[in-house]
């Protein structure tokens, strides 16, 4: 089992849909959890952290997290065409990243 | 917020011979860094922890003679990849935390291409 699986993608979605991206993890014992994005060519950039259980949100992005179920989400409602990226779940202190899921958001 | 060069963006070198890269933490102070390489249409892999003033954690899987880490200031890591081969081609990146921010910053990434 891989430490942390994201849904495959790639997915798809109409600009101004809300786009639902999954990632969960195996080490119970993880205690932060990120989210970046990384366009083609570039270096991630971070969108947002969660420690804590529960919701966390910024701006047009959701991060939800589950300790029990080893699961964490992130939502981006309003979907742009400038949100298409791939997303990438990192978790940990040594950053173990996901496979990433490319999100594609059409006009 | 903190800023994380990395140098060169680019390198294309020789079968053989060796790259080295460097990350450097311009305004902040980095006790540890990351390496991560990754390949096309491929999530990030940790490679190396790197800590300054000792020797770097590698890995499973990744040969320290091969992947050389120095972490010898606060604010510089270098990553040398020794007698390159074409499968070490590669987009490498670096990260590193500000301890008064959340999140680790990247480096901008090199691109390795070994011909």
């Known amino acids: 089992q891989k430490e942390v699986e994201q849904n495959s993608g790639p997915l798809s979605v109409p600009e101004g849909a809300i786009a639902s991206l999954n990632c969960t993890y195996s080490?119970?014992?993880?205690?932060?959890f990120f989210w970046y994005r990384q366009y083609s060519g570039k270096s991630p950039e971070l969108i947002m952290f969660?420690?804590?259980?529960g919701d966390k949100e910024d701006g047009r992005f959701t991060a939800q997290l589950n300790k029990a179920s080893q699961y964490v989400s992130l939502l981006i409602r309003d979907s742009q065409p400038s949100d298409s990226a791939t997303y990438l779940c990192a978790v940990g202190g040594k950053l173990i990243f996901g496979q990433g899921t490319e999100l594609s958001v059409k006009p | 917020g903190a800023v994380v060069s990395q140098h060169p963006s680019r390198v294309i070198c020789k079968s053989g011979t060796s790259v080295k890269i460097e990350c450097r933490s311009l305004d902040f102070q980095a006790t540890t860094m990351f390496w991560y390489r990754q390949f096309p249409k491929q999530s990030l892999m940790l490679m190396a922890t790197?800590?300054?003033?000792?020797?770097?954690?590698?890995e499973q899987g990744v040969e320290k003679d091969k992947f050389l880490i120095n972490h010898a200031s606060l604010t510089l890591s270098t990553l040398t990849v020794t007698s390159a081969h074409p499968e070490d081609s590669s987009f490498y990146i670096c990260?590193?935390?500000?301890?008064?921010?959340?999140?680790?910053?990247f480096g901008s990434g090199t691109r390795l291409t070994v011909v």
């Open positions: 790197s800590n300054e003033g000792s020797k770097a954690t590698y």
């Open positions: 990260s590193a935390r500000d301890i008064q921010e959340y999140g680790y910053t």
């Open positions: 080490d119970r014992g993880s205690q932060s």
């Open positions: 969660i420690y804590s259980n």
